[in-house]
């Protein structure tokens, strides 16, 4: 089994900066494609940001040209930075990632969360 864990997460002011950070470890062969989601209050769970194992991107309308996915492979990490917070970016951020192990098994796995809250 693998786990993520995220981390990073706080209260800032409209325009301010945060930068969130997955962490995988356990039974890991190979990390696939890993993702940012998240889910505010009352709303479905979004897709925030992706990346593959060789590090194409695709965001959301709604955070282009403010949030940046990026990822480590070596320390098995993903991060987004996330600039010009807003208040509608307050959620529930977390993390996913489809896993190979090293028996050739493969998994869809989700952190446990982190909380962002936007608000002056």
């Known amino acids: 089994q693998a786990q993520l864990v995220e981390s990073g997460g706080g209260l800032v002011q409209p325009g301010g900066s945060l930068r969130l950070a997955c962490a995988a470890s356990g039974n890991i062969f190979i990390i696939n494609n890993m993702a940012w989601y998240r889910q505010a209050t009352g709303k479905r769970r979004e897709l925030v940001a992706s990346i593959t194992s060789d590090f194409g991107t695709n965001y959301a309308e709604s955070v282009k040209g403010r949030f940046a996915i990026s990822r480590d492979n070596a320390k098995n990490t993903m991060y987004l930075q996330m600039n010009s917070l807003k208040p509608e970016d307050t959620a529930v951020y977390y993390c996913?990632?489809?896993?190979?192990?090293?028996?050739?098994?493969?998994?869809?796995?989700w952190g446990q969360g982190t909380q962002v809250t936007v608000s002056s």
């Open positions: 996913n990632a489809q896993i190979i192990d090293s028996g050739f098994s493969r998994g869809d796995y």
